[in-house]
């Protein structure tokens, strides 16, 4: 059985938080990453996680692409939350607004939140 793909949107690829989202995921789910010009070449992730901090305007980006793709949950993730964008990115389609941390084991307890809310079948 192949591993399903979540998909995260950012122009920082190289951060270190990518590095711990793949290292928290890995047993199950492949993290692919991309820039937020390129999320058109990607196909049928289980889950897109969306850097807010990288992509200028976030609230318009997770609008589109909730438009273009209803049935992929959208995350957004952040180091500094603020409740207003945190509401925004909301309204805008995103299933939740998650904080970026730095450790494995809180990451993978945050994405698996996020797979417990998608129906069986998907995950």
Request: glycine fraction near 0%; aromatic fraction near 6%; charged fraction near 25%.
């Amino acid at each position: 059985m192949s591993k399903k793909v979540i998909l995260l949107v950012t122009e920082d690829i190289l951060s270190e938080w990518v590095n711990i989202l793949s290292a928290s995921v890995e047993e199950e789910y492949i993290v692919k990453t991309c820039v937020p010009q390129e999320i058109n070449n990607y196909r049928d992730p289980i889950l897109i996680l969306v850097d807010l901090a990288s992509i200028e305007d976030s609230v318009r980006f997770i609008k589109d692409l909730h438009s273009t793709a209803p049935s992929i949950p959208i995350v957004a993730v952040t180091s500094f939350p603020d409740w207003r964008e945190a509401r925004d990115v909301l309204k805008a389609g995103a299933i939740d607004c998650l904080i970026q941390v730095y450790d494995v084991k809180q990451v993978k307890e945050n994405i698996q939140e996020q797979l417990m809310k998608l129906p069986l079948n998907i995950y």
